[in-house]
């Protein structure tokens, strides 16, 4: 991290730099030198000491590689976004930056087999809807602030697919929830899939082995079910219902050997 980028994160969580002293354990001297420009090489102990505070917050979901002087949470485009490097996944919400860890295997497992059996159905119905499973772009709101990647989700409307991304709602989204995502997709996703137009949104907690379902068009408040219920897509009437206890037990064997882990 060199200056100019210690200077936009001071800028931006508001810190003194007596502040930055009293957490980096640097003396003040020393830190407003390096901060005024009269000290042009700080030793790496003292540079590694203040990146230790400076460096982006976990909630803060800012990329370094984007990091203009200036520019701060919430001013961030799609330009932005297509700008990352390739490996680096993110989701766009509101202008603001959030990065997206690595799928644990529980995840990957409720993602396959989530979107197969939706798949599944369409097909043998002969629908027209079409099944993606992250990562895939969704412009959600339309503009150039948002960009999220759902897990799985469900497009109806033909005209929103682009070469790109999908461009608009979908009509049916499901996120697995995971320790760093929960508050997220509870929250954040949730009010805006609501407002963008998406009909059904569930949530799958693999560990409480719990699903919540909102149907934006029928409910205010959302079913809760369990692994051991057979789940109704209200998407397609009810008629397809995704049952979890085929999953319930691989899910716990691969809890159990998670636990014997040193």
Not at 104 to 114: K, Y
Request: proline share 5%; hydrophobic share 35%.
């Amino acid at each position: 991290m060199d200056i100019e980028q210690m200077k936009y994160y001071k800028k931006l969580y508001g810190y003194s730099l007596a502040q930055i002293s009293e957490y980096s354990k640097v003396p003040l001297g020393t830190v407003q030198k390096i901060f005024n420009g009269e000290t042009k090489a700080p030793r790496y102990e003292t540079l590694r000491a203040l990146e230790k505070v400076l460096r982006p917050h976990k909630t803060d979901m800012i990329c370094e590689a984007l990091i203009e002087y200036g520019k701060k949470e919430g001013d961030y485009t799609l330009d932005d976004y297509y700008g990352l490097p390739e490996e680096r996944r993110v989701e766009l919400i509101d202008g603001t930056f959030y990065d997206m860890a690595a799928p644990s295997l529980p995840h990957q497992m409720v993602v396959i087999e989530v979107a197969s059996l939706l798949r599944n159905y369409i097909r043998k119905k002969g629908g027209k809807c079409s099944v993606f499973s992250a990562p895939v772009d969704v412009q959600l709101d339309k503009d150039n602030r948002t960009m999220v990647q759902p897990d799985v989700f469900v497009v109806c409307d033909r005209s929103k697919l682009s070469e790109r991304c999908v461009v608009g709602a979908p009509d049916f989204v499901i996120e697995v929830l995971s320790p760093s995502t929960g508050q997220k997709d509870g929250f954040l996703k949730l009010q805006k899939y609501q407002d963008a137009g998406v009909k059904e949104y569930w949530m799958i907690d693999t560990q409480k082995e719990k699903v919540v379902a909102y149907c934006f068009e029928e409910e205010i408040f959302p079913a809760l079910y369990g692994f051991d219920s057979e789940i109704p897509v209200r998407l397609f009437g009810g008629e397809l219902k995704i049952d979890f206890s085929p999953l319930r037990e691989v899910l716990r064997d691969i809890g159990g050997r998670q636990q014997t882990v040193p």
